[in-house]
């Protein structure tokens, strides 16, 4: 299916409501046609790629489309949360919903190389899909959402480490990637066409690790929550601000280290959180957001009077270069 991995230079870019519902109806006609009655499966993270490919697919064959979501204990606030209630309340998918955060944490503590962190989150994420897809039969169809920055990224080989949630190339289904030759805005204005909410579609970058990569070195669970927390405030006050249409990328890190503060008059000795907001076109280099003084003052006191184990408020104020986007 999809055979061609290379993009028509005349294709258009898909840049209005009309291209976007264009390009449904033609998706939409082709996957029926091609799946038949067959089933398919696809892990939905509940990032904008992976959950367009599965409105389109729901569109197109319903019922006989299987979800996976794999909740790795690594998500943001409330992110499992919108999957189940996007997908399995509104648009009555078939969904699968694992919590395997026990799975993934135990097999993280004690574990502070990020590159070993990354793979452990790789192979572990492989592993539960694997072995719910086994529970299922008749699958022939694996679904995947791939975007043309995927394909054009791995013929050069810059964003091998970028792939957790891939498959091995094993893989025993074929392959069905409706989003593979599109770019990131056109796949967000077919997700807005399909009738995604603007949380899904205009979502951030987030990383395959997800939080497991700004919760610096090894992972316990109170500075998780704490991160998971402090990060919720800092995207709340953001969007209440207007920033999260503006900001590109924007997130707290808390680091593995703790200093003295005061709290109620008491004497603190817990962890700082990292606000990091910056702005790109590809995430090869960066600017820092020139975030308003007021607004940090008011994130500042919100994360440190509401956050269980923070009593300081840090700005990154380093551009990539020389700092990478995330901390890890
Ligand atoms: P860096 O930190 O390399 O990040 O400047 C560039 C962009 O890539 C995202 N990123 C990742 N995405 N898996 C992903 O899917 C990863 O392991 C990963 N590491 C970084 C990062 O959030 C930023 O948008």
Redesign the pocket.
Known sequence: MYPSNVRDPKMHRIDSEALAKAFIDENVAYLKKEIGNEQVLLALSGGVDSSVVAALLIKAVGKQLTCIHVNHGLMRKGESEQVIEVFKNQLGANLIYIDATDRFLDKLAGVANPEQK?KIIGAEFIKVFDEEAAKLSGIKYLAQGTIYPDILESDDGI?S?????GLPEEVKFELVEPVKLLFKDEVRMVGKALGLPDGMVYRQ?????GLG?RCVGAITRDRLNALREADAILREEFANAGLDKKV??Y?VIVPDFKSTGITNGKRTFEWPAVIRAIN?KD??S?TVEEVDWTLLKKITQRITSEVEGINRVLYDLTP?PS??????
């Open positions: 990354r964003k480490h970028h792939n957790v949630g970058p987030f990383p395959g690790p990569v590109w990328q997130f790109t995430a090869m960066a990539k700092g990478t986007i995330e901390w890890e």
